[in-house]
């Protein structure tokens, strides 16, 4: 919880102390709002940040306006970037800040190679390239806010940071890919079983595989987003990972007329959980077990609870586990869909992706394909 502290000018912003290091709190977007109060997503920002480089001369601002324009202005740049990119920038440079702080150094602006020390401490402590990245970027985010070079551009900076991630590297072992098998699997043991949590997770899956939906996108659907049409549905995406800027996008999915038909199976799940097609809720919610499941009121399924209801079915059926993640659906879908020889240019709009190499990242080739590699040659 926070209050929102009203300023007269960007120089007596609140400020407060957390973990030892002092900070703006600035509201950066709002999370949701309905009747009831408004929640905001709230940011923290160094003072330190923001009193250096080219924030230094807004504090000596005389104008009114100008002191309005300044006080936005921070609101402003920290949504340059997503809600979740900026927190977590935020709480990785507030880990340098902290360790600079242990070792007493200058964390603000930061010297080369103090910076090349700390993460050569993130590689040891960690043992993943991961926190040793994201301090990099957090750092160099922090310097760029204030309009100061950063030293992650210093070729020292550099070296460190790719020998790390050489040292630290680690074999990537992809998930396995989600069948039409396999989901019909799942569709059949929920008209079988026909209770709603069986329902939602079917129309979960099949509108998953079927659109190419990353997790954010399935859970973040309200049945006012969808058109439903004779021969197909239009889901609108109001938002995606690579929609920055919240243009939206449209997907949609056809009605195939078969037993894992996404469509047949996306009605069958609203009739049961008795959604109206115009509500603004979302779509997938959880579910309240009484005499009856229903659907709560409000709130989305988390990607934790997903995970675990569909490896618990997937284990139920006899397929094992841990070799799936809500993830393997978009794959399989992909995977499908280019093993089918869907067009290209139509193969990418629908699933979302700006570059050939994201794409291509998704689709697992058969073996057959693989094969067919060799068995081309004429030998």
Known sequence: TGVCYQSEYWGVLPVWVLGGVTACILPIGRAAQGSGPIYYVWSILPTDVLSAGRWSNLKELEDLDLKRLAE?????????????????????????KQWAGEHKIDA?????????????HLGE???????????????????????????????????????LKRSLAKPVRKKSIFTVEMLRAITEDAVAEDS???????????????????????????????????????????????????QGNEVVIARTGSTTCPVAMLEKFMGKGRVSRDSEEFLFRP??????????????????????????????????????????????????????????????????WKSENAKDGYVQD??????????????
Request: proline share 6%.
């Open 196 to 246: 709603l949590a069986s329902l939602r997770l079917a129309a979960m899956c099949l509108v998953s595989f079927a659109g190419f939906l990353r997790y954010d996108e399935l859970a973040s659907i309200k049945p006012c987003d969808i058109k439903f049409d004779t021969q197909h549905i239009t889901i609108v995406i109001p938002r995606s990972k690579t929609d920055q800027l919240r």
């Open 287 to 352: 579910i309240v077990n009484g005499k009856t499941q229903r659907l709560r009121d409000s709130g989305k399924l988390s990607y934790t609870r997903f995970s675990e209801l569909l490896k618990q079915k997937l284990a139920e059926l006899g397929f094992p586990p841990t070799e799936f993640s809500p993830h393997s659906l978009r794959a399989g879908g992909a995977s499908q869909a280019a093993q089918a020889g869907v067009p290209d240019r139509v193969f990418k709009r629908h699933g979302r």
């Open 125 to 163: 402590a960690a043992g993943s390239k991961a926190p040793v990245e994201e301090a990099v970027n957090a750092i160099a985010w922090a310097h760029s806010m204030a309009g100061i070079p950063s030293p992650t551009s210093d070729p020292f900076i550099r070296s460190t940071l790719e020998g």
């Open 108 to 120: 603000f602006p930061a010297g080369v190679a103090y910076v090349a020390l700390y993460l050569q």
């Open 72 to 96: 936005a202005l921070p609101n402003t740049v920290l949504q340059a970037k997503a809600t979740s990119t900026t927190s977590k920038y935020l709480w990785a440079f507030k880990r340098w």
């Open 366 to 379: 058969s073996l057959q394909s693989r094969l067919s590699v060799t068995e081309n040659l004429g030998l």
